[in-house]
């Protein structure tokens, strides 16, 4: 199955000699990156290269020191006006999940719309509904993440993610966590999103989902963006040596 | 005995071994699972029924529940002389409030309990109305114990005394402490360099320092620190030096909590454009204060108890009284009775506050349900 691509031109993300330390460690170096509505880029790459910390950056959950973020035309700065402006516009979808474990499944989904974007809470519990309908958990509304599976807390997440209506999705290693017979289930949650035309930022390992669904794949190491192709050419005719050394050791076990 | 056979995939869920389960599992498993566990057993049971048979003549069955004096106790039996209570128990209740207006310390204390119940119950039905009664009933409180309004007779605040004094002092100290205990648990976790350290000197300083001395403070002092021409009772100043103390201690209790909650929380709060007081009502406090449950409950037990150090500063809380009534030729040398009825007081508040810890933990239980 090949998802009918619908970019457009105008990029959502730009990203422009960016920079960043943790205290005196160099984790991103001059990164420059474009990213268009609707496009589908994952990020790979050995553990410490960087990745999460590029798309952590995006909502500023990271602060970077020298360069530019572009987000929907709004500068990434520490004006708190603009990171309001940006974090409903960017949902991200976390490795360990991060739910709130005292709040209900739909709770979960519905505090944000309630109180960030002042959403009646009849409304925001109607959206929530129709968006756990689409992550296919529509009957657990009502319990705590705590009685759910790893693959249906995922989904969970996901779905509060959605409830902001975001235009762009980060998603940071979602299915890392999990156990292999759930994988799959949030891997369909994520193609199904994907064709729907969301613009998604994707840091995993799941080669088979990259060649499905990504647009442009990224190879991160040592805190460079060491080579960027279209999956074809990624995995089929990869440039760089610690590219191909990577996908041999990720691809061949 | 061999087992059946089943097909692989199709082995069913058998009952477990007869005498595992059940009344006589649980007898066999902790009592008698040995020869010398059976022993101590039955040894444990004979000790016991002698101990609690000797005590219960004591307390009940040789006791005089009323009599004149220790003298006249002595006379009719052997066991506990209750009289020194009995005799007593409105200074033990209320110490000398004027007996024509204890009703309003009665009022004031049964309605305490509609204050308080949708505060403890979030469950309750009409939570709305009766929490609008939580909101004014301090005035109200206020109003009936002190007089003064409505032509209700002004009391002195040093005819306060006993149990009412105890409770005074314990739930109002458990009732502000808490809002200040949590704003200096926030205020020490601040990005914001002079709430911090305000907060961490506030802290460190109500911690370092004996309660007897804040107290002596309150009695001796506190009046000079005040703008002039305020003059607290002494019963407000020491209420504001228990409420001191112990959001101190609650503090540190709650910063616990807050720094047991996982980064991630905090990280899928601000992805979803929660701003600090949102994190903070909605993500923060609700599980930290979970978390922090039983120490909370800790210091809280800690501060009623406390207050019976009241009695350095002239205060006669109930442990005052019973020293009043011990003082009294006639019940000279019951000391036994009158203080183990003091405890049984506190024993009986503090495993209230105790019990309902333990059942709010529960039904804050999110996980296994």
Same mark, same amino acid.
């Given at each position: 199955?090949?998802?009918?691509?619908?970019?457009?031109?105008? @990029?959502?993300?730009?990203?422009?000699?960016?920079?960043?330390?943790?205290?005196?460690?160099?984790?991103?170096?001059?990164?420059?990156?474009?990213?268009?509505?609707?496009?589908?880029?994952?990020?790979? /790459? @050995?553990?410490?290269? /960087?990745?999460?910390?590029?798309?952590?950056?995006?909502?500023?959950?990271?602060?970077?020191?020298?360069?530019?973020?572009?987000?929907?035309?709004?500068?990434?700065?520490?004006?708190?006006?603009?990171?309001?402006?940006?974090?409903?516009?960017?949902?991200?979808?976390?490795?360990?999940?991060?739910?709130?474990?005292?709040?209900?499944?739909?709770?979960?989904?519905?505090?944000?719309?309630?109180?960030?974007? /002042?959403? @009646?809470?009849?409304?925001?519990?109607?959206?929530?509904?129709?968006?756990?309908?689409?992550?296919?958990?529509?009957?657990?509304?009502?319990?705590?993440?705590?009685?759910?599976?790893?693959?249906?807390?995922?989904?969970?997440?996901?779905?509060?993610?959605?409830?902001?209506?975001?235009?762009?999705?980060?998603?940071?290693?979602?299915?890392?966590?999990?156990?292999?017979?759930?994988?799959?289930?949030?891997?369909?949650?994520?193609?199904?999103?994907?064709?729907?035309?969301?613009?998604?930022?994707?840091?995993?390992?799941?080669?088979?989902?990259?060649?499905?669904?990504?647009?442009?794949?990224?190879?991160?190491?040592?805190?460079?963006?060491?080579?960027?192709?279209? @999956?074809?050419?990624?995995?089929?005719?990869?440039?760089?040596?610690?590219?191909?050394?990577?996908?041999?050791?990720?691809?061949?076990? | 005995?061999?087992?059946?056979?089943?097909?692989?995939?199709?082995?069913?869920?058998?009952?477990?071994?007869?005498?595992?389960?059940?009344?006589?599992?649980?007898?066999?498993?902790?009592?008698?699972?040995?020869v010398s566990n059976s022993l101590l057993t039955i040894l444990s049971v004979i000790?016991?029924?002698?101990?609690?048979?000797?005590?219960?003549?004591?307390?009940?069955?040789?006791?005089?529940?009323?009599?004149?004096?220790?003298?006249?106790?002595?006379?009719?039996?052997?066991?506990?002389?209750?009289?020194?209570?009995?005799?007593?128990?409105?200074?033990?209740?209320?110490?000398?409030?004027?007996?024509?207006?204890?009703?309003?310390?009665?009022?004031?204390?049964?309605?305490?309990?509609?204050?308080?119940?949708?505060?403890?119950?979030?469950?309750?039905?009409?939570?709305?109305?009766?929490?609008?009664?939580?909101?004014?009933?301090?005035?109200?409180?206020?109003?009936?114990?002190?007089?003064?309004?409505?032509?209700l007779p002004k009391i002195e605040y040093s005819l306060f005394g006993g149990f009412?004094?105890?409770?005074?002092?314990?739930?109002?100290?458990?009732?502000?402490?808490?809002?200040?205990?949590?704003?200096?648990?926030?205020?020490?976790?601040?990005?914001?360099?002079?709430?911090?350290?305000?907060?961490?000197?506030?802290?460190?300083?109500?911690?370092?320092?004996?309660?007897?001395?804040?107290?002596?403070?309150?009695?001796?002092?506190?009046?000079?620190?005040?703008?002039?021409?305020?003059?607290?009772?002494?019963?407000?100043?020491?209420?504001?030096?228990?409420?001191?103390?112990?959001?101190?201690?609650?503090?540190?209790?709650?910063?616990?909590?807050?720094?047991?909650?996982?980064?991630?929380?905090?990280?899928?709060?601000?992805?979803?454009?929660?701003?600090?007081?949102?994190?903070?009502?909605?993500?923060?406090?609700?599980?930290?204060?979970?978390?922090s449950i039983p120490g909370i409950v800790n210091t809280f037990i800690g501060l009623?108890?406390?207050?019976?150090?009241?009695?350095?500063?002239?205060?006669?809380?109930?442990?005052?009284?019973?020293?009043?009534?011990?003082?009294?030729?006639?019940?000279?040398?019951?000391?036994?009775?009158?203080?183990?009825?003091?405890?049984?007081?506190?024993?009986?508040?503090?495993?209230?506050?105790?019990?309902?810890?333990?059942?709010?933990?529960?039904?804050?239980?999110?996980?296994?349900?």
């Amino acid at each position: 199955m090949v998802i009918k691509k619908n970019t457009s031109s105008k @990029p959502v993300i730009e990203i422009k000699e960016m920079h960043k330390w943790f205290g005196t460690f160099h984790v991103l170096k001059n990164i420059s990156l474009g990213v268009n509505q609707g496009e589908r880029i994952v990020i790979c /790459g @050995p553990s410490g290269s /960087g990745k999460s910390t590029l798309i952590r950056c995006i909502n500023r959950l990271e602060v970077h020191q020298r360069g530019d973020i572009i987000v929907n035309d709004v500068e990434l700065t520490g004006d708190l006006k603009n990171l309001e402006a940006i974090r409903s516009d960017v949902g991200m979808v976390f490795q360990s999940f991060n739910l709130f474990p005292h709040l209900t499944v739909l709770e979960n989904c519905t505090l944000a719309p309630i109180w960030v974007k /002042g959403l @009646p809470k009849k409304d925001a519990n109607e959206l929530a509904m129709e968006l756990l309908t689409r992550v296919k958990i529509p009957e657990q509304a009502l319990k705590f993440p705590g009685q759910l599976s790893g693959g249906q807390q995922q989904r969970v997440a996901i779905a509060r993610s959605l409830c902001m209506q975001p235009k762009i999705m980060l998603f940071d290693e979602p299915t890392s966590a999990l156990d292999p017979e759930m994988i799959k289930e949030v891997l369909d949650t994520m193609i199904e999103l994907a064709e729907t035309g969301m613009t998604m930022l994707v840091v995993t390992h799941e080669m088979g989902f990259a060649k499905k669904v990504a647009d442009s794949v990224i190879f991160m190491d040592e805190g460079e963006i060491i080579e960027q192709n279209d @999956p074809k050419n990624f995995f089929n005719n990869p440039k760089n040596d610690r590219t191909k050394l990577f996908l041999s050791q990720i691809l061949n076990h | 005995m061999s087992l059946e056979t089943y097909k692989p995939g199709s082995y069913p869920n058998l009952p477990p071994p007869a005498g595992t389960v059940g009344v006589y599992g649980w007898l066999k498993n902790n009592l008698f699972s040995s020869v010398s566990n059976s022993l101590l057993t039955i040894l444990s049971v004979i000790l016991l029924y002698y101990l609690i048979d000797s005590i219960i003549g004591w307390f009940f069955f040789d006791a005089v529940f009323d009599a004149d004096s220790k003298i006249e106790c002595r006379k009719i039996n052997d066991g506990a002389c209750w009289a020194v209570i009995t005799r007593r128990v409105g200074q033990f209740v209320y110490g000398f409030y004027p007996e024509a207006e204890r009703w309003r310390i009665d009022l004031t204390f049964y309605t305490m309990f509609f204050a308080f119940a949708p505060l403890l119950y979030p469950d309750l039905p009409k939570r709305k109305w009766l929490l609008w009664f939580s909101g004014i009933y301090p005035i109200f409180a206020f109003i009936l114990i002190n007089g003064g309004f409505f032509g209700l007779p002004k009391i002195e605040y040093s005819l306060f005394g006993g149990f009412m004094l105890t409770v005074i002092l314990g739930v109002s100290g458990i009732v502000c402490s808490l809002p200040i205990g949590i704003l200096l648990a926030l205020g020490r976790q601040s990005k914001l360099t002079v709430v911090r350290t305000l907060s961490v000197c506030f802290i460190e300083f109500m911690r370092g320092v004996p309660l007897i001395t804040l107290l002596f403070v309150a009695s001796s002092m506190l009046n000079y620190f005040m703008p002039p021409g305020t003059n607290f009772s002494i019963l407000v100043r020491v209420i504001i030096m228990f409420t001191f103390f112990s959001a101190a201690y609650i503090a540190e209790v709650i910063r616990g909590g807050i720094q047991a909650i996982p980064k991630g929380q905090y990280e899928a709060a601000d992805a979803l454009g929660l701003n600090y007081w949102q994190t903070t009502r909605f993500i923060t406090l609700p599980q930290a204060l979970k978390i922090s449950i039983p120490g909370i409950v800790n210091t809280f037990i800690g501060l009623y108890k406390d207050t019976t150090l009241v009695v350095v500063i002239g205060l006669l809380d109930p442990l005052g009284i019973g020293r009043a009534a011990l003082a009294d030729t006639k019940w000279n040398g019951l000391s036994t009775e009158t203080y183990l009825f003091v405890a049984l007081f506190f024993f009986v508040s503090c495993f209230a506050m105790s019990r309902y810890s333990l059942w709010l933990e529960n039904k804050l239980n999110t996980e296994n349900k």
